[in-house]
């Protein structure tokens, strides 16, 4: 019966919802339970220690950011929060990834998440209606809130093959390919503007063709 309490326990909350975790140095299991209770993550607090003692990780919990989803079971996160948060550029564990022409930002989103690159699909999917996050690059100023796109980067997310850290940041996958993206537009950037099209409808038009191309 006990066992069977814990396994309920420790099933995920839900299917729909994700948060960001923050777990600084020093921080042990019974820290990390209280705040993964308060931000609903996991049912029983009690549930989630006694199966990470079980699986002999309490001890081993790694500072960092985790972008943690309800859907999660609490198997899942411990796994998670041994491994550690996001990796650092000098890490070495990186996979190469191709996308492909044609592709939607959900279906991206599905790749990263399927090859471990990003642990949120949500959050990536929030991130792509960022968008300050691309001030810094020349398509910023043809970024336009108002034209109907569910995604404000929908077709900026340049179909290349890329080599990302595992477990990487949304805001820094998207942050790459969209700079893919403005390294190859600039230097016609200026033919664009004086046939009269902005870079929007070209890239649409570009995407369609090339779309249909691959049928």
Same mark, same amino acid.
């Given at each position: 019966?006990?066992?069977?309490?814990?396994?309920?326990?420790?099933?995920?909350?839900?299917?729909?919802?994700?948060? /960001?975790?923050?777990?600084? !140095?020093?921080?042990?299991?019974?820290?990390?339970? $209280? +705040?993964?209770? @308060? #931000?609903? &993550?996991?049912?029983?607090?009690?549930?989630?220690?006694?199966?990470?003692?079980?699986?002999?990780?309490?001890?081993?919990?790694?500072?960092?950011?985790?972008?943690?989803?309800?859907?999660?079971?609490?198997?899942?996160?411990?796994?998670?929060?041994?491994?550690?948060?996001?990796?650092?550029?000098?890490?070495?564990?990186?996979?190469?990834?191709?996308?492909?022409?044609?592709?939607?930002?959900?279906?991206?989103?599905?790749? /990263?998440?399927?090859?471990? !690159?990003?642990?949120?699909?949500?959050?990536?999917? $929030? +991130?792509?209606? @960022? #968008?300050? &996050?691309?001030?810094?690059?020349?398509?910023?100023?043809?970024?336009?809130?108002?034209?109907?796109?569910?995604?404000?980067?929908?077709?900026?997310?340049?179909?290349?093959?890329?080599?990302?850290?595992?477990?990487?940041?949304?805001?820094?996958?998207?942050?790459?390919?969209?700079?893919?993206?403005?390294?190859?537009?600039?230097?016609?950037?200026?033919?664009?503007?004086?046939?009269?099209?902005?870079?929007?409808?070209?890239?649409?038009?570009?995407?369609? !063709?090339?779309?249909?191309?691959?049928?």
């Amino acid at each position: 019966l006990t066992l069977k309490f814990l396994d309920v326990q420790n099933q995920a909350v839900d299917k729909n919802n994700s948060e /960001l975790i923050e777990v600084d !140095i020093g921080n042990t299991i019974k820290s990390a339970a $209280k +705040e993964l209770k @308060n #931000k609903g &993550l996991i049912k029983s607090k009690f549930a989630f220690i006694i199966k990470s003692q079980l699986n002999g990780t309490a001890g081993k919990i790694k500072p960092g950011e985790y972008y943690l989803s309800k859907d999660m079971d609490s198997k899942k996160i411990i796994e998670l929060l041994s491994v550690g948060g996001y990796i650092e550029e000098n890490d070495t564990k990186t996979c190469k990834i191709r996308i492909k022409e044609g592709y939607t930002i959900e279906d991206i989103a599905k790749i /990263l998440f399927d090859e471990k !690159i990003i642990l949120n699909k949500e959050r990536f999917l $929030k +991130e792509c209606n @960022n #968008k300050e &996050l691309v001030s810094n690059l020349s398509i910023y100023n043809n970024l336009n809130e108002e034209d109907g796109k569910k995604y404000i980067l929908e077709v900026y997310l340049f179909p290349d093959t890329y080599e990302f850290y595992y477990n990487s940041k949304p805001e820094d996958v998207i942050i790459k390919m969209c700079s893919r993206f403005d390294e190859l537009y600039k230097p016609i950037e200026e033919e664009v503007k004086s046939a009269g099209l902005n870079m929007d409808i070209t890239i649409k038009l570009a995407s369609i !063709i090339e779309k249909e191309a691959n049928k």
